[in-house]
């Protein structure tokens, strides 16, 4: 039997504006039936300039050589692997919402999952340019492949936390995009069955595998669907914990800490949503999506916004204490010089990281700053400022003072050529999302109808004699 | 019209066991006291950190059960409801057990000065070139003070908390205004608890307790560690009351789609904790920095190999293998067994967490062990019981119930 | 391969739906299927599906992932091409599980979406026959096949009184065969009418 569509009025409906199935059709499709207007294609142009010049950028290094950078032998890791953990923890927020949110039942993830998830996977390709690059000879890049050779066959090292993240990042890589386009199929099949033009029919038709919407079919989808969510918690959980092992494995002081491993996943989700967030306050604009990502799906990832940024703060003082605590002078050092500090070389890093990750958040304990747009928006871009400095404090700040004083090095600061490269990424980032909003639905179409009796407004009001029922009443007539 | 059956009445048998429980424990602790805590300065040291385990472990897990409401509430779930006031009813435990650990405590360091526990107590820490550095916060005063705040805190905020939960017995909660401010309330209160129970168990208070044993030795992870394996046994606890009371024929709104989120959280947070041990042990493994990897010594490699390995089997093979068919989350019999064992598991988890630092050259698990495990089981049937016959088993206007009843896994 | 006649309902709200199913069962028509445009909870059973076992494939699938790691790597680290790193034994089971944990999860998803693109018949250039084009919109269509003993015209007016916004008759190519969508293809196949 269907079973009772309820929920507590107390909840605010996550569709508003009256829809009925066919209207969250029409509303979500309308955008990619429509030409794309001005803006999107000024805002394309920037992208694709942007990705042109880190393309430029990448030819100056591959052709002459990491010597276009500016690190040196003490800070052999700057901004290439800070730019690269950045955006592999933007990568988090997707699968964490669509996996996570999906286990938890968090009702409001159906309207942002799907733009979510494609940012995901975005960031991640972002992100894998930089250790490709990084590795100078891009052209040997296959060397990290296990594959009988015939050097030996001299085998990668299995026991090196590089080596894991080829493997993370390469499944994790896969498994978000088999999640997102198995999602998009129906969607697919609904554009298809509205096109007009020949084209439409034909691309969406190849995009949409011949889905019919068969109730078996749904079945096995939705078992996907689980299976992928369930697979993918601990896989989310996994990547950015190997990231972390990059350097907790070592014994470099600021580094080698146990927390890392959880610390480095909060901190990936809390950037991820502050990314979900700067696109999502624009895409429901410029996409006249208000009714589908309302102020109230705004607030919910504010709430995960302020959790995750003071998980990511109890973790940098549990850090620091332990600094002073292990009584470890090395540790002492990197954390209450080189860190702490505000007056060493690099103390402005690190107080900027806890001023936009730890303290700035803590904005959204307040339920009208949660619903604000300005702030949101504002405090999502400082976030991943915030983020980006943490990294840059975790790897800069470790190196430039290691065990040995005659190489210690200050002057560090990255050649155009390695801007290039990271506003390269930006470039591939944008054109890639601007494609995707154009031509995608960007908001999951069928999940959205899932819920719409359940949490659309005027649906909502039909439920008002439940509501009113003495609880005695509801139990009789409804439990089972 | 059906009625919703919402009194619970103690069963004779219940009592019984609870009763016999604690007297089996009491008696343990007798003998113990005779034949262990009169004994040498070994022996003392063994009888003192068992009860000092115990207590910390079955004060926590029933807290963990304050902080699963207090979570639910901040998510605004409304699954939970049905079933709240069992959580709720083993949180009342909380200020017993508290006092107990607190007595315990502040016997070993003012009392006793059992330097063998906490080494930092000795007159040689004060010369011992790390040691003396810790002191600021390794130290009779502080320590004081700060496990006195952090139990206190937990019993004021908690009482809140379930104070709050009083108000949806009463019909006046009905409606849009009254539910929206009790929800609103609700969020406040557990907001402060969640805020506090970071600050204690997600970092300060488990190094006071537990991690300055190994005086010499630290671990960033250790507090997060902790508090994961104490939420997964409070989960399981949380579990085997339900299933008792389904089983005498109260909660009939609580059913196996309940039963099965339950059992998602005992899966999702063993693999949480495994995550964490891992983490913890391979990190120190991989770097080998000799400072950090003698705690795994006598553990990996020493008389407390077996028990090491037993932690890990029971706590991650038995619940990832068991535990994830969805049939198995919904079989009131295999809830009843993993959760048992889950409990078992990380007791056995705290047991070689404190006694593998104070008894290195031989395990004690024993009968005194499992005799003062007893006395502390009893407690909580006891107690549990008592708090759950005061209150309704069902808050009956709590704005989230009728979601509740119709939860659909 | 072959065209089957079929008789078609279109709804337009689950909660008519369901009864709907029901009441054709009940009458004792078989259902070919229901086309939706999302997952309608409690429909696979209500019209009498089996449970699918699609996560029982991808657990094989996981297992088979997590040996072909543990063998692989052990066989090369202690057998093909031991190293001495770090000091670590051969053996060094710590650092093998985050590889192990990737490649079961890796295994267990890819086997997964491959089993399901497979059993509903689902890729690239596949082609299916669509009842109603609004399926994947807001209706609900209710496919009944039509055997020797079946009136057409009985089960439109039946299907009317259950609630169906909107009936017809197709004959129809159930199954699937390569095409674009953006043309019209005649089957090469004979075009006579099965009936069961």
Known sequence: MAHLKYESQLREPLVTGNKDYHQVTEDICRPIEAKPTKLWYVGFYIAVALLMFGVYSVYREVTYGIGQWNLNKTIGWGWDITNFVWWVGIGHAGTLISAILLLFRQGWRTGVNRAAEAMTIFAVMCAGQFPIFHMGRVWMAFFVLPYPNTRGPLWVNFNSPLLWDVFAISTYFTVSLLFWYSGLLPDFATVRDRAKTKLRKLLYGVAAFGWTGSTKHWQRHESLSLVLAGLSTPLVLSVHTIVSFDFATSVIPGWHTTIFPPYFVAGAVFSGFAMVQSLMVIVRKVFALEDYITLGHIEAMNKVIVLTGSIVGCAYLTELFMGWYSQNKYEGYTFWYSRANLFSPYGWSYWGMMACNVISPQIFWFRKMRRNLFVTFFMSVLVNIGMWFERFVIIVTSLYRDYLPSSWSVYYSPSTWEIGFYLGTFGLFFTCFFLFAKYFPVVAIAEIKSVLKTTGDTQKDGMDKQEEMQPEEFVHEYAH | MASIREQFEIPGKMKTWALGLIAVGVLAMIIGLVTKGMGDEHEKTVFIGTLMYNSLFFMLICNASMFFICATTLAMGGWQVVFRRIPEAISTLVPIFGGIAWVVLMYIVFIDHNHHIYHWLSEEAKTDHILSGKLGFLNPVFFLIWTTLAIGLWIILGAKMRKLSSEADEAALRGEEPGKSFVWRNTVSASLFIVWFALTVGSTVPWLWMMSIDAHWYSTMYSWYTFASSFVAGMSLIALFVIYLKNKGYLEYTNQEHLHDIGKFMFAFSIFWTYLWFSQYMLIWYANIPEETIYFKTRVQGPYKGLFFLNLIINFVCPILILMKRSAKRNYTLMTFMAVLIIFGHWIDFHQMVMGSLSKEHVTLGWLDFGIAAFFIGMIILFTGRALAKKPLVPKYHPFLKESVIHHT | ?196
């Not at chain 3, 299916?128 to 096949?145: C, G, P, S, W, Y």
């Open chain 3, 1 to 196: 391969m072959a065209k089957k006649k079929f008789v078609v309902g279109c709804f337009d709200d689950e909660a008519v739906l369901f009864p709907a199913v029901k009441k054709v069962r009940t009458a004792g028509y078989k259902i070919h299927d229901v086309y939706t445009p999302f997952p309608v909870h409690g429909l696979d059973h209500a019209m009498g599906l089996r449970e699918t076992s699609l996560h029982t494939a991808g657990f094989i699938y996981g297992i088979t992932g997590t040996t072909t790691a543990l063998s692989c790597i052990s066989w090369i680290f202690t057998k093909d091409w031991p190293l001495n790193i770090g000091g670590k034994p051969h053996f060094a089971l710590p650092a093998w599980i985050p590889i192990t944990f990737e490649l079961t999860v890796l295994f267990a998803a890819v086997g997964m979406v491959l089993t399901f693109c497979y059993l509903c018949q689902l890729a690239p250039f596949v082609k299916k026959h669509h009842f109603h084009a609004r399926a994947t919109d807001d209706l609900f269509v209710m496919v009944i096949e039509c055997t020797a003993k079946t009136n057409e015209a009985d089960l439109q007016g039946f299907l009317n009184s259950i609630g169906a916004k909107e009936v017809n008759v197709q004959e129809a190519e159930a199954d699937w065969w390569f095409g674009r969508y953006d043309q019209e293809q005649q089957l090469i196949r004979d075009t006579k009418v099965e009936v069961a």
